[in-house]
C-alpha cells in the first residue's frame, strides 16, 4: 500500500536558521506531491505541490521542495526560517488506484521555531 | 464569503450518544472528504464523497456515517460504535479534475466524556 513517511516528529530552530524537513513515499509509478502546513488556530493550507516538470518546486512564504525520483522523496526548505514558521508541516501524495484523487498525509512535523 | 464552514468548533458529548459533524461548503467543488486528526497521526481518511448522493469508505469508516444529498453539504455522524472518537474532524473540498489540491475547513474537536 501507498505510504508517506516524514523522518522528524518535532525539529526545534533558532530564527534565521535553514530547515530541511524529510519526506519520502512508497509508490513507484507517477506521484503527485504536496506540503500542506497547519499553523497554530488556522486552517491547513498548502504550501507547495508537484505534478509534473521542474523537480524545483518553489511555494508560498519562501518554500520549497525538491523532488527527486530515484530518492522516492519531497524534501521541504527554507534557507532561512521565521519564528511566524512556527506550524506543524504534513506531506502528501495523492492516491492511485480505487480511490483516485484522495490524499495520503505523512504523520507531520511540528517545527517550534525559537526567537 | 468563499470557504467551507464546520460547525461547532468544539463538541462535547457523552459516551454512547451519536453526534453529527457539520461541513458545508459554497465553492462549487464536487468533491468533499472527511479525514480525522489525532497527535503524531497526520491525516486519516475516513468518508469521502465524488458527487451527490454517492459516496466511499475511506482507511476509517468503522463507526462513521455521511450522506451527501447536496452538493453543499456533506454531515459525519460519529456513532457510538466508534471505539476512540475523540479526535479533530476536518472536512475538505476538491474540484472534480484530478491533481488539484484540497481545500481544508477549520475543523471540529470532538471530545467525549
Known amino acids: 500500500a501507498q505510504s508517506v513517511s516524514q523522518h522528524n516528529h518535532h525539529v526545534i530552530l533558532s530564527e534565521a536558521a535553514s530547515l530541511e524537513l524529510g519526506c519520502n513515499y512508497s509508490y513507484g509509478g507517477t506521484v503527485n506531491l504536496f506540503w500542506y502546513v497547519q499553523y497554530p488556530g488556522q486552517h491547513l493550507q498548502l504550501l507547495l505541490k508537484?505534478?509534473?516538470?521542474?523537480?524545483l518546486v518553489k511555494g508560498i512564504k519562501g518554500f520549497e521542495a525538491e523532488f527527486i525520483k530515484s530518492k522516492f522523496s519531497f524534501n521541504l526548505r527554507k534557507p532561512s526560517v521565521q519564528w511566524s514558521d512556527t506550524a506543524e508541516y504534513f506531506c502528501?501524495?495523492?492516491?492511485?488506484?480505487?480511490?483516485?484523487?484522495?490524499?495520503?498525509f505523512g504523520k507531520g512535523t511540528k517545527l517550534s521555531v525559537k526567537p | 464569503d468563499g470557504g467551507i464552514t464546520q460547525s461547532p468548533k468544539y463538541l462535547f458529548r457523552k459516551e454512547g450518544q451519536n453526534v453529527t459533524l457539520s461541513c458545508e461548503q459554497n465553492?462549487?467543488?464536487?468533491?468533499m472528504y472527511w479525514y480525522r486528526q489525532d497527535p503524531g497521526q497526520g491525516l486519516r481518511l475516513i468518508y469521502y464523497?465524488?458527487?451527490?448522493?454517492?459516496?466511499q469508505k475511506g482507511d476509517i469508516a468503522e463507526g462513521y456515517s455521511v450522506s451527501r444529498e447536496k452538493k453543499e453539504s456533506f454531515p459525519l455522524t460519529v456513532t457510538s460504535a466508534q471505539k476512540n472518537p475523540t479526535a479533530f474532524y476536518l472536512c475538505?473540498?476538491?474540484?472534480?479534475?484530478?491533481?488539484?489540491?484540497?481545500?481544508f475547513g477549520p475543523g471540529t474537536r470532538l471530545t467525549v466524556l
Open positions: 502528501a501524495v495523492i492516491r492511485y488506484g480505487g480511490s483516485q484523487g484522495n490524499l495520503i
Open positions: 464523497s465524488q458527487i451527490v448522493n454517492d459516496f
Open positions: 508537484y505534478f509534473s516538470g521542474d523537480p
Open positions: 475538505a473540498t476538491q474540484r472534480t479534475e484530478l491533481y488539484n489540491e484540497q481545500f
Open positions: 465553492l462549487n467543488h464536487d468533491a
